[in-house]
């Protein structure tokens, strides 16, 4: 960040993407924790790496991406769940950048669950 007009254009721009989610129930939404431990452990470029996908890929009219507070599991940092209508909710663990653009194309485009990061693969259910 060179300025604070980049960083209000920042602020901006995530603002935006958060206003996306209304409260459409016929939206996929997906929350990213964005609470101290999730953004300590990695929770912004999740975030962000999701909203701009999701943008980029025009599915802004079945997809909201939001953040949350603090999930309650800070040693599964950061955490991303998917709630579907009519469906269990999904909670991926330890999240990446690049984890989040799988789960974008597997489970949010695929349908497929992405077993092998949500939290049921820790061993808690």
Known sequence: ????????????????????R???H????VMV???TCGIASGARPVLTTLS??????????KIAVTQTGCIGLCQYEPIVE???PGKDKVTYIKMTP???EEVLERHLIGGHVVEKYTLSSAGIK
């Open 1 to 20: 960040m060179k300025s604070l007009a980049e960083l209000k254009a920042i602020r901006e721009k995530m603002q935006s993407q958060v206003s996306l």
């Open 22 to 24: 209304g409260e459409d």
């Open 26 to 29: 016929d939206h996929i939404r």
């Open 33 to 35: 924790g964005m609470a």
């Open 52 to 61: 701009n996908l999701v943008q980029e890929r025009k599915l802004t009219d």
């Open 82 to 84: 998917v709630m579907e």
């Open 98 to 100: 690049e984890k989040a």
